[in-house]
């Protein structure tokens, strides 16, 4: 079965930090990028940041540019997302994808979802 599942969501205060973790099987893990999306209650989903795990190159979205680091254990077919300066702006579900190939492809859409972890950021 191809799954994502993302973990290390939960309350943190402004200015804190968080790990959050997406463990991935069922298929070849080194063929696929991985990005990571957020959705905040009535906005719409936001992509946050990318890593292609074959090579390594990531992307990241302005708004969170040097706070969120991207990174891959290809040992592990996990990803990890590092959110260092955490604002209430940052509460939302944040979700995992994968697609085929590179981070560049995601704009042909994302061939895996992961079901989500919440990620609640208090003033």
């Known amino acids: 079965e191809v799954l994502l599942v993302e973990s290390g969501g939960g309350l943190v205060q402004a200015g804190g930090s968080l790990r959050l973790s997406c463990a991935a099987s069922?298929?070849?893990?080194?063929?696929?990028?991985i990005a990571w999306f957020r959705q905040a209650p009535g906005k719409e989903r936001e992509r946050v940041s990318c890593?292609?795990?074959?090579?390594?190159?990531?992307s990241v979205v302005d708004s969170v540019k040097g706070r969120f680091t991207i990174s891959s254990d290809n040992a592990k077919n996990t990803v990890y997302l590092q959110m260092n300066s955490l604002k209430p702006d940052d509460t939302a579900v944040y979700y995992c994808?994968?697609?085929?190939?590179?981070?560049?492809?995601?704009?042909?859409?994302?061939?895996?979802w992961g079901k989500g972890t919440l990620v609640t950021v208090s003033s």
């Open positions: 069922g298929f070849t893990f080194v063929d696929y990028a």
């Open positions: 890593i292609t795990t074959r090579d390594g190159s990531t």
């Open positions: 994808a994968a697609v085929y190939h590179s981070c560049p492809r995601m704009i042909y859409g994302m061939d895996i």
